[in-house]
């Protein structure tokens, strides 16, 4: 019995001996996993406050950024600041202090025009041709109407639920008698919107806005073979500018007019003339709001746009229709081989077609208040003309105006 009683006790203290040993080595093994754990993790710092302890996040973490939220950042901030700018500047304006003009710098002007806009646009074109459902159509309208404050009592169709997608909205016309055309004044108003700038053309730069100018001959292109032969036995001057004056003692004249949003986005002719040349840049599509006209230099030489040109009573006439961003879209109703923001055209070039042919030797005879084309959106008209030196502008910069009212006069 004695011996049986030894042997349970040696056997139980043999086991309590392993499970020691099997307890040691776990709380070893376990603080050095703790150890390693611990070694792994990136150092963090600790803030002592009055109230609670405070641990920040690793440094590691904290400072890893990924490219795109960068951009996004830097980007939204960009384009924030110059929001407060053009805030500032219409705050100023309103009290009648001049503001200073500021361009763009190359790099900046580098940036705008990376964006993709024309694809931007092209897309915008699709979605507004989307058709809406009818139940969506007036809630979508009526946001559009009350930010860009639409008068849809000179609609044609009043009803919102008429007009299937965007784009038949954008396009609506207007009651007969809303546009009234001035017959007593030689140039009209093509189009509703604010007058930008206008006067003479001198030594062949035209200002986009007060202070910021762009050059004729980069606007309107080299003149076409038809053209030299014209003005070449009228003209002994060699600068593109005299070489569009046709007649002794006679003048050149622009006017810039800007369409917001909310403006009607067709064009009429502004006076009695006759198209003979149409000439299409394909370019940018950079906003052309006056804001951004005030900011980059030739403005409207970057941007895509369609030249008319002709001659009207007193000599050269042309009206440009010059497009921006969501506006790729430009309308001329007789020229149905125009396709502008085609991907098929490259940046850089232009593409030129004209109307007299053997069969017409007049061109395109346009009236004066004559449906003449369209916008998808806001955008910029700019008429550069030939007059008598005692032609007169009616008009006052930043002014709002119609289509159908007068320009200018004799």
């Known amino acids: 019995m004695a011996v049986s009683m030894e042997r349970m006790c040696g056997a139980a203290l043999r086991r309590s001996s392993v499970l020691t ?10 603080s050095l996993r703790k150890t390693l754990v611990i070694w792994k993790q990136p150092p963090s710092r600790t803030f002592f406050t009055d109230r609670r302890k405070l641990h ?3 440094v590691v ?4 950024l990924r490219p795109l939220h960068f951009l996004v950042a830097t980007g939204g901030g960009y384009a924030g600041y110059r929001q407060y700018e053009k805030y500032r500047v219409e705050q100023l304006e309103k009290m009648g202090i001049e503001v200073p003009i500021k361009l763009a710098s190359e790099w900046e002007v580098s940036l705008y025009k990376s964006v993709p806009t024309r694809l931007l646009s092209r897309a915008w074109g699709r ?17 559009y109407i009350w930010t860009f404050g639409v008068n849809m009592k000179e609609a044609a169709v009043e009803d919102l639920h008429h007009y299937r997608n965007l784009s038949e909205f954008f396009r609506r016309k207007l009651k007969p008698q809303s546009r009234p055309v001035c017959c007593y004044h030689s140039v009209i108003s093509p189009s509703d919107g604010k007058i930008l700038n206008f006067g003479q053309v001198k030594n062949c730069e035209v200002e986009q ?12 292109g080299p003149l076409t073979s038809t053209e030299d032969l014209q003005f070449s036995q009228t003209s002994s001057c060699n600068s593109f500018q005299n070489q569009l004056v046709t007649k002794e003692g006679n003048e050149l004249y622009h006017c ?66 010059v497009g921006a961003t969501n506006v790729g879209s430009i309308r001329i109703y007789f020229d149905r081989d125009l396709h502008t923001n085609s991907p098929c055209y490259s ?64």
């Not at 040993?21 to 376990?30: A, G, S, V």
């Not at 979605?127 to 946001?143: A, C, D, F, G």
């Not at 009429?268 to 198209?275: E, F, K």
Request: net charge positive; aromatic share 14%.
């Open 256 to 321: 810039v007019i800007y369409l917001a949003p909310g403006d009607y986005h067709c064009f009429h002719s502004p006076t009695d003339w006759r198209v003979s040349h149409r000439r299409h840049f394909p370019g940018s599509l950079m906003s052309v709001n006056p804001g951004v006209a005030r900011w980059i230099k030739e403005l409207f030489c970057h941007n895509e746009r369609v030249v008319l040109t002709g001659d009207w009573k007193h000599g050269f006439f042309s009206l440009t229709a």
């Open 21 to 30: 040993d099997c307890n040691f080595f776990w709380h070893k093994n376990l």
């Open 61 to 64: 973490r904290t400072f890893r």
């Open 347 to 410: 940046k850089g070039s232009y593409n030129d077609f004209s109307f007299i042919t053997n069969n017409n030797k007049e061109g395109i005879p346009m009236r004066k208040g004559e449906h003449l084309g369209e916008f998808n959106l806001g955008s910029t008209i700019v008429l550069i003309f030939e007059a008598p030196k005692d032609f007169n502008f009616h008009l006052k910069p930043g002014q709002k105006i119609r289509f159908g009212e007068a320009l200018g006069s004799l």
């Open 56 to 58: 920040t996040a690793p």
């Open 127 to 143: 979605l507004n041709q989307v058709e809406l459902p009818t139940w969506l159509r007036k809630p979508v309208y009526s946001l």
């Open 209 to 220: 806005v007060k202070g910021v100018t762009y050059s004729l001959e980069s606007f309107l």
